[in-house]
């Protein structure tokens, strides 16, 4: 995937990556791409901005940060692998935050040298993309903000300390007072931690503009998110999934402008009568575990099978926009607290009870006209595997088919996942 002018193993190189095995990674990702999004009948023409930046990923993008940090336009480079660690915040004080979190697998056998065999394959990957020295946006970080979230993160991030300056975040897993104020404490304290990393304080100005950009980027998201209401749909879910996943690494006014324009056509295909898959094909309506670039395998399946995934209930899905931060308070502290208490309204399943999260997925499938719901989780993340029942007895009682699926990010039951899925299609 690198570009065609610029050489960018200098670059690569002085980030100490392993060259070899990164052309590796970056010839199975391209491929993959090729095969899955490059397939896709009817696309929106403007998605063309999404194979743009699949080909920058590892490259144009990471050039484009560390040149800005070198000309001063940006301080540091903030590595984060959870929807709890505020954007804003970093933006605020001079940094930009990526996401790290890795959707394939990656030196498993260094992995579980230092990891239990039966771990997250999010947290196997993030690890094993380390230690493998394949992902560039590990390697530029200047400092990772790890949370104490699902138990394997919590202890993983332990060993991954030993690899890359880690700062952790203490997020409560009830939502009361007292863990309100804990949490707005909470994200003070990264403020400050931040400010310490970018050597740039945090002005009443910075945060109002950093609170305004990302509420953009969500409006933007939700715009898009409403068009798929419609039937025949205007744009893949694959498509979708991944205009999110880059809301973690891209720039954000430019993926703003680029989700607008999408939007935009997706609303003229709507008055057309457009759609990416046709009028009448079976509405699926995802919800789970995250998906982090290059986990495409689900939603490929369905939308291959003839379904079109219409809605994402997840952290690379609805959870990243659907709440916007409060751009009232007039004090850095008021701001820092409209952003803590939007953030605590996560509906992750590390919370107990989380009842919310299946009221959202209800809601979403009311919305966006779903014909059924896909819940996945990725293999041995408990939390999730264990809302399945809730989630399961939800969906009955709103009268809508439901399908729960547990994989990783192998291509072994790919197989089994398509038998599945079809009669899934079948049955709705
Ligand atoms: S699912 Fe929960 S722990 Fe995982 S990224 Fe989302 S908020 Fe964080």
Excluded at 308 to 323: A, F, H, I, P, Q
Excluded at 368 to 374: E, K, S
Aim: aromatic share 8%.
């Amino acid at each position: 995937m690198a570009g065609e002018t610029v050489d960018y193993y200098p670059m690569w190189k002085s980030l100490d990556m392993d060259t070899e095995a990164h052309d590796g990674l970056l010839g199975a990702v391209g491929q993959m791409y090729g095969d899955m999004f490059l397939t896709q009948h009817n696309r929106p023409k403007s998605t063309s901005y999404l194979d743009n930046f699949a080909t920058n990923l590892h490259s144009g993008r990471i050039k484009e940060m560390l040149d800005a940090k070198e000309q001063g336009r940006i301080k540091k480079i903030i590595g984060s692998f959870c929807l709890y660690v505020p954007e804003e915040i970093v933006a605020a004080a001079g940094g930009v935050e990526v996401g790290l979190c890795a959707g394939a697998d990656w030196a498993p056998e260094e992995v579980e040298k230092h990891l239990p065999r039966n771990t997250c394959p999010l947290i196997k990957g993030f690890t094993g993309f380390k230690l493998g020295r394949v992902c560039p946006y590990i390697e530029s970080a200047d400092l990772v903000v790890g949370e104490n979230t699902r138990d394997g993160k919590k202890k993983g991030y332990e060993f991954f300390a030993t690899q890359k300056p880690m700062y952790i975040m203490d997020v409560p897993h009830v939502r009361t007072d007292e863990t309100k104020q804990m949490w707005r404490n909470e994200v003070h304290r990264l403020a400050e931690r931040i400010e310490q990393e970018t050597g740039q304080k945090i002005t009443a100005d910075s945060l109002r503009r950093a609170i305004k950009e990302t509420n953009d980027k969500r409006r933007a998201l939700q715009r898009l998110g409403r068009v798929r209401a419609a039937d025949p749909t205007p744009i893949s879910g694959l498509d979708s999934l991944l205009i999110t996943q880059a809301a973690f690494m891209d720039d954000t006014p430019r993926l703003t402008a680029a989700i607008n324009a999408i939007a935009d056509e997706c609303e003229q295909r709507v008055a057309k009568g457009e759609g990416v898959a046709p009028k009448g094909a079976k509405r699926v309506l995802y919800t789970g575990t995250p998906m982090a670039v290059p986990n495409w395998k689900l939603f490929n399946i369905i939308e291959k099978a003839g379904g079109v995934v219409v809605g994402e209930e997840c952290c690379t899905g609805s959870r990243y926009y659907k709440d916007l931060v409060d751009e009232g308070g007039e004090t850095v502290d008021e701001m820092i607290d409209n952003v803590a208490d939007r953030y605590l309204n996560i509906h992750c399943a590390i919370f107990t009870p989380n009842q919310d999260r299946e009221q959202d997925v209800i809601g979403m499938a009311h919305d966006l006209h779903a014909d059924g719901i896909i819940d996945c989780s990725l293999s041995f993340c408990t939390i999730y595997e264990m809302e399945a029942f809730g989630m399961e007895a939800a969906a009955e009682k709103a009268g809508f088919p439901f399908m729960h699926v547990t994989t990783n990010y192998s291509t072994e039951d790919a197989g089994q996942l398509k038998t599945r899925i079809e009669a899934f299609l079948e049955m709705i």
